[in-house]
C-alpha cells in the first residue's frame, strides 16, 4: 500500500476543439478530492509534479486508506463524505453473484463513463506495463471498481506469428470444452496459464486466465469446401465459442497481442496480472465507471477480436442500428455492449472492405452534408457514398475511442465523435519516441513532464505506428493521404 | 334513410348571403321561403361553416335512429340496406376508418439523461438529409496521395427531409391539390408520388422533385414520363386496397385527365389486380430490369406493395428482384375510392410492417442494400418518428397534406364533388383551392414536422437522423398487447438498456 493524498484541484479546461462546429466551448471545471492510492515506483515529488502541471495543488497528507473495503477505518474527507459513500458501489450484499465468463442474465447494454489511456512506441523500442498503469491509474474520477484492463501489443517475439487466444473460464469443465474445440479447429502450439495473483481487494470469484498459442487449421469439409481465409476462420471461431460454450469468454484472439481485463480498479487489475512483467510497443487501457452493468470480468475493456481492440468511453445513441450492420456481416454480439459493435466495425470496414483508416473513421463521425458541400468534388463523391452505404456505421452519440490494431505493423487510432461530447487528448514526447493518448493531461503529464500535447479535432482519426511515427495527428483533411 | 349529419342555422345571426348555399357541392343546404334550410345529404365537409361571414353555422350529429344494439350496429344495418337497394359493392374513400387500435400510440420515445447529452438543434447540427436509392453495400476508395471512389455510382435522390408525398393521382385529386404538392415538394427538397395518372405537361417542370409511377394500368406513361422524374416506382399494391388495382370512377374522368392517362373520355379507370406481366417475382424483377434499362440506369427505381401478412418475406424478394428502394403502405392508408370491405379488413398495420421488413432484410444481410420508405397511416411527426424508429428511411404521407389543403376527412372522394377543391375535378370547385396558398400550407407543416423531428432526436441524443432509422432501440412499447411488441423487436415500458 502506498500513502494518500488528498488534494484540492481545479482540473483545466476541456476545450471541445472543433474547427468544424459552430464554437463550442464545453468546460468542465470541478473541485475535487483526490484520494491517491498510490502503486506507482514514483517519487511524492514526482507525482505532485504531475499533479501540478494540471493546475492541482497539494494541501495535505493523510494516512494510509485502504480504499474499498468496508472494515477500513472510516475516513471523512473536508466536505463531510466518507470512504464508504465512495466505494459503496463495491459493496456488494452478501450473496449476490458476480459473473467472470457466464453473462450476467438480461444484460444488453452497458452504459457509463471511462477513462482511457494509450501509448505507442514510435521508433519500435518495447514499453513496461508499469506505465500504462500509471497513465490510467491516475484518471480516479473516471472509474467506480467496475472494471478496467490494458491491451498490448508485440509482446510475444517468440511466438509473434500464432494466434494468442486468451480465455476467461468459470471452471474446468468449460476449460476442457474450449481445448476440445481449439484441438478441433486449431494446432496448439504452446498453451500457458497466464500469471495472475491474489489481490486482496478483489472480491472473488476469480476467473481460469489461460492463453493458447495457435495456428489455423483449416480443413476444407469443416467449411462446406469454401475457406474462408485465415483471420475469418478465428473470428467464426472465437463468436462460436463465445454463443455457445458456456463459462468460457474468449477475450482475445490476435497475433503477438492479448488483453488483460476484469472487474476491478485499474490499479487492482494491474497488480492482479503483475502489469510490468510484460512489455510491448503499443498500450492501450481502459477504467470504467458504468452506471448499470452488473459486475462482469469479460464485459470490461479493451474488447478484442483478432488483431483488433477497442477501448471505449461512450454511448452509442445508435447502437440498435450499428448492431444491425454488424449482424448483416455475420458477426454474433455476445458481449452485448456496443464498444463490442465497435470491434467489429473496424474489423468489417479495414478488414474486410479494405477501407483506408480515415475513410472508415469518416464512417463513423462524418461530416456533416453542409460541410460536405464544401468539399472538392472528387471528395464530396467519396464522402456521400461513403455516408450513405456505411450509414449504419455511423456512430452517433458521444464517444472518445482507442482502437489497436496488430497487423500488418501494431497501429493506434484515436478518434472522438463529430461534436467532440467525451475528451480526448493526443502528445508526443520530446525526442519523438513515444506518442500518448487520453482522457485527460494529467494522464500524459503523469509519465511525461515535457510531452507536447493537442487535441485532435472532432470526428478526425489520429494514427501512429510502431517504428512510423504519427501518420495523422487529427487535424487532417479525411482523405488526403498525410504520411504513407 | 335517416340523416347522419345536419346543418343548423342560427336565423338570428344568418345575413342570408346564400354563400353556404353555393358553396355546397352535395346540395345539402337550399333556399326556401327566404331562409337558408337543409336539404339531406350532408357529408359534415364543413365548408359551409367556413365560408358564413356571420358564424351562423352548425353541423350536429344526429343522434342515432336505430334501436341499439351492441353487434347489429349502424354501421352494419346502413350497409346492408344500401346493398339490398343497390346490389353493388360499398364504396369508401380516405384511410378505414374503423375502431382499429393504433399501435403509434403504445409506443413511447426514449430521451438522454447525464450518461450523455442531449442535443439542442437550435444551437448544435442536427441533419434530417436523407438519400433515397439503391446502396451498394461497400465503398471502393483507391488510395494515392489523395482517397477517391472507385467504380461506378447508383443513382440517388438527395431529400431535405425523411418525408415524402406519397403517390395521389392525377384524376383523384384535382390538377391544383397535384400542383399545391409538387411546388410543395420543390421547396422543400423532397419528394412527391405522381401516382398512376400520369403526369400533365405543366408539371414536368416539378419533375426533379417527382417520383412517378408504373401502375398495373399503366396510365400516361410514356418515355419522358420516367426519364425526367427523380425516381420511378413499380406499384404493385396499396395499403388502403391489397391485392386490388386503382379505381377512378368515370365521373372523374374528364378531358384534363382522359389526356393525362390516355384513356377514353367519361369511362372508369379501373387498373387490373395484378399486372398482367407480372404473374410472380422473377416476372417484377423483369420489368424492373426493364424500367431500369428505359431510364438508363440514371434514376432509382423502386416496389410499392402492400403490407399484407407475409410482407416480410415479399419484401425480401422484392430487394431481391432489383428494386433500389422499397415502398410499404400500411393497412390505414388512404384512397380516393376503394371497396369498403377491402380497406376496412384487409392488410397489415405499417408499424408491425415495417418493423418486420426492416428486421427480415436485417436478418437476410439485404437491408444495406435499400431505401425502406413506409406510410399508410402516418398522422403526425410523433407517428413520422415512430416509423423511422420502426424501420424507414423515409415516412411517406399523403391524407395529412391533403388536410392540410383544407380536407375534413369526410371520406367522400370517390363522388368527385370534393368541395374543397381536392378530390375533384369539376372545375368550379376546383378553382376553390389556390395551388400557391396549398403549397405554403404544406410546406409549413413539414417544416413543423422536420423541425419536431430534430427535436426529437436532439432529446434522444442523435444528431442525424440516419441513427434513428431501425434503432427500436429508442423505443418502448406501453400496450395492451405484449405479443405486438415482441414481434416488432420492441422492449415493453420500464425495460432499461441492460
Not at chain 1, 473460464?169 to 491474489?198: C, N, P, Q, W, Y
Not at chain 1, 481487494?201 to 489461460?210: A, D, G, H, K, Q
Not at chain 1, 458541400?373 to 471528395?379: A, G, I, N
Amino acid at each position: 500500500m502506498g500513502s494518500d493524498e488528498g488534494l484540492w484541484g481545479s482540473v483545466h479546461l476541456h476545450i471541445r476543439a472543433s474547427s468544424r462546429l459552430s464554437g463550442l466551448y464545453a468546460a468542465k471545471a470541478f473541485m475535487i478530492w483526490r484520494k491517491l492510492w498510490c502503486p506507482l515506483h514514483l517519487s511524492d515529488a514526482q507525482r505532485l509534479r504531475a499533479r501540478k502541471s494540471c493546475g492541482a495543488m497539494d494541501i495535505s497528507n493523510k494516512g494510509p486508506i485502504g480504499r474499498l473495503t468496508s472494515k477500513d477505518t472510516k475516513q471523512t474527507d473536508d466536505r463531510g463524505f466518507s470512504d464508504q459513500s465512495l466505494n459503496g458501489l463495491r459493496d456488494y450484499p452478501l450473496g449476490s453473484v458476480r459473473y467472470v465468463a457466464t453473462r450476467p442474465p438480461g444484460l444488453s447494454y452497458q452504459m457509463g463513463g471511462c477513462g482511457i489511456a494509450a501509448l505507442i512506441s514510435l521508433d519500435g523500442r518495447p514499453v513496461a506495463g508499469d506505465k500504462i498503469r500509471s497513465m490510467l491509474t491516475i484518471m480516479e474520477e473516471r472509474e467506480n471498481g467496475l472494471g478496467a484492463g490494458y491491451a498490448c501489443y508485440g509482446l510475444f517475439p517468440k511466438n509473434r506469428e500464432d494466434y494468442c487466444m486468451q480465455f476467461f473460464f468459470d471452471d474446468e469443465d468449460a476449460k476442457a470444452k474450449v481445448e476440445s474445440l481449439l484441438g478441433e479447429h486449431m494446432s496448439i502450439m504452446r498453451d500457458e496459464k497466464v500469471f495472475t495473483r491474489k489481490v486482496k481487494t478483489l472480491r472473488p470469484p476469480y476467473p481460469i486466465v489461460w492463453r493458447y498459442f495457435c495456428q489455423p487449421r483449416r480443413s476444407k469439409e469443416a467449411v462446406g469446401g469454401m475457406d474462408p481465409g485465415e483471420e475469418d476462420h478465428v473470428v467464426n471461431l472465437v463468436m462460436h465459442i463465445n454463443d455457445q460454450v458456456d463459462g468460457a469468454m474468449c477475450i482475445s484472439s490476435g497475433k503477438d497481442m492479448a488483453v488483460f481485463k476484469g472487474n476491478g480498479y485499474s490499479y487492482e487489475i494491474a497488480e492482479f496480472y503483475d502489469l510490468p512483467r510484460y512489455s510491448g510497443t503499443l498500450w492501450t487501457s481502459h477504467s470504467r465507471f458504468p452506471t448499470n452493468s452488473p459486475a462482469w470480468w469479460a464485459g470490461a475493456h479493451p474488447l478484442s477480436l483478432i488483431d483488433w481492440s477497442v477501448c471505449h468511453n461512450g454511448e452509442i445513441t445508435s447502437y440498435g442500428v450499428n448492431r444491425k450492420m454488424v449482424e448483416m456481416a455475420g458477426y454474433r454480439c455476445t458481449v452485448m455492449t456496443d464498444t463490442e459493435v465497435v470491434v467489429y466495425m473496424w474489423d468489417l470496414l479495414v478488414r474486410r472492405h479494405k477501407l483506408p483508416i480515415s475513410a472508415a473513421a469518416f464512417a463513423m463521425a462524418p461530416w456533416t452534408y453542409k460541410e460536405i458541400e464544401l468539399m472538392d468534388p472528387e471528395s464530396r463523391r467519396l464522402a456521400m457514398w461513403l455516408r450513405f452505404t456505411y450509414r449504419e456505421a455511423f456512430l452517433n452519440g458521444p464517444f472518445s475511442i482507442l482502437v489497436a490494431r496488430g497487423q500488418p505493423v501494431p497501429t493506434l487510432i484515436a478518434l472522438a465523435d463529430r461534436k467532440k461530447l467525451r475528451p480526448l487528448l493526443v502528445g508526443q514526447s520530446e525526442d519523438n519516441r513515444l506518442a500518448y493518448c487520453a482522457s485527460e493531461e494529467c494522464a500524459i503529464r503523469m509519465v511525461d513532464e515535457t510531452a507536447r500535447t493537442w487535441q485532435t479535432n472532432a470526428g478526425s482519426p489520429f494514427v501512429a505506428q510502431v517504428g512510423k511515427g504519427i501518420l495523422r495527428d487529427g487535424s487532417e483533411h479525411p482523405f488526403k493521404v498525410v504520411r504513407e | 334513410m335517416p340523416e347522419r349529419f345536419v346543418p343548423v342555422i342560427n336565423y338570428n345571426t344568418c345575413r342570408v348571403c346564400k354563400r353556404c348555399v353555393n358553396e355546397c357541392s352535395y346540395q345539402a343546404l337550399d333556399f326556401k321561403d327566404g331562409k337558408v334550410v337543409p336539404a339531406g345529404g350532408c357529408v359534415a365537409c364543413g365548408r359551409c361553416i367556413s365560408v358564413c361571414p356571420a358564424s351562423s353555422m352548425e353541423i350536429r350529429t344526429v343522434p342515432s335512429q336505430f334501436p341499439p344494439h351492441g353487434n347489429w350496429t349502424e354501421r352494419i344495418r346502413r350497409g346492408i340496406y344500401a346493398q339490398a337497394g343497390s346490389g353493388g359493392v360499398l364504396l369508401s374513400s380516405c384511410g378505414t376508418d374503423g375502431d382499429h387500435p393504433v399501435i403509434f400510440d403504445d409506443l413511447l420515445l426514449d430521451a438522454a439523461q447525464v450518461t450523455n447529452p442531449s442535443i439542442d438543434p437550435l444551437r448544435e447540427p442536427v441533419e434530417t438529409v436523407t438519400l433515397l436509392g439503391g446502396r451498394p453495400g461497400k465503398v471502393d476508395v483507391s488510395e494515392n496521395g489523395v482517397m477517391r471512389l472507385e467504380g461506378g455510382e447508383k443513382p440517388i435522390v438527395v431529400m431535405d427531409m425523411p418525408l415524402m408525398i406519397g403517390h395521389i393521382s392525377l384524376g383523384s385529386v384535382s390538377y391544383n391539390t397535384q400542383k399545391s404538392f409538387f411546388m410543395a415538394a420543390k421547396e422543400l427538397n423532397i419528394i412527391a408520388g405522381s401516382g398512376e395518372g400520369g403526369l400533365h405537361p405543366d408539371f414536368y417542370q416539378y419533375a426533379d422533385h417527382i417520383c412517378t409511377e408504373i401502375a398495373s394500368g399503366r396510365f400516361g406513361i410514356n418515355p419522358e414520363y420516367l426519364k425526367k422524374a427523380a425516381a420511378v416506382e413499380i406499384k404493385i399494391g396499396q395499403g388502403a386496397k391489397p391485392g386490388h388495382g386503382g379505381h377512378l370512377p368515370g365521373e372523374k374522368v374528364t378531358p384534363l385527365i382522359s389526356q393525362t392517362r390516355m384513356i377514353p373520355l367519361g369511362t372508369d379507370a379501373l387498373s387490373p389486380y395484378p399486372h398482367h406481366d407480372i404473374y410472380s417475382i422473377e416476372d417484377l424483377a423483369q420489368l424492373i430490369s426493364v424500367t431500369k434499362e428505359a431510364v438508363e440506369y440514371n434514376k432509382p427505381v423502386g416496389v410499392k406493395i402492400a403490407a399484407v401478412h407475409n410482407v416480410a418475406a415479399i419484401a425480401s424478394g422484392v430487394v431481391r428482384a432489383g428494386a433500389d428502394f422499397i415502398t410499404i403502405d400500411g393497412f390505414k392508408g388512404g384512397t380516393g375510392s376503394s371497396m369498403r370491405v377491402i380497406r376496412d379488413h384487409a392488410g397489415l398495420p405499417i408499424e408491425v410492417a415495417v418493423a418486420v421488413v426492416d428486421k427480415r432484410l436485417t436478418d437476410e444481410g439485404l437491408r444495406n442494400r435499400v431505401t425502406v420508405c413506409a406510410g399508410g397511416g402516418v398522422r403526425c411527426s410523433a407517428d413520422m418518428i415512430k416509423v423511422l424508429a420502426l424501420g424507414a428511411d423515409v415516412a411517406m404521407v399523403s391524407t395529412a397534406p391533403m388536410v392540410a389543403l383544407g380536407c375534413r376527412v369526410c371520406q367522400q372522394c370517390h363522388r368527385g364533388l370534393c368541395s374543397w377543391g381536392i378530390a375533384t375535378q369539376r372545375e368550379d370547385l376546383m378553382q376553390r383551392l389556390d395551388p400557391e396558398v396549398g403549397a405554403q400550407r404544406v410546406v409549413r407543416l413539414f417544416s413543423a414536422w422536420n423541425e419536431e423531428l430534430k427535436e426529437v432526436m436532439g432529446a434522444m441524443g442523435i444528431d442525424s437522423v440516419e441513427s434513428l432509422v431501425g434503432n427500436r432501440d429508442r423505443l418502448r412499447y406501453q400496450g395492451p398487447n405484449p405479443k405486438i411488441a415482441e414481434i416488432m423487436g420492441v422492449k415493453h415500458i420500464g425495460e432499461g438498456w441492460g
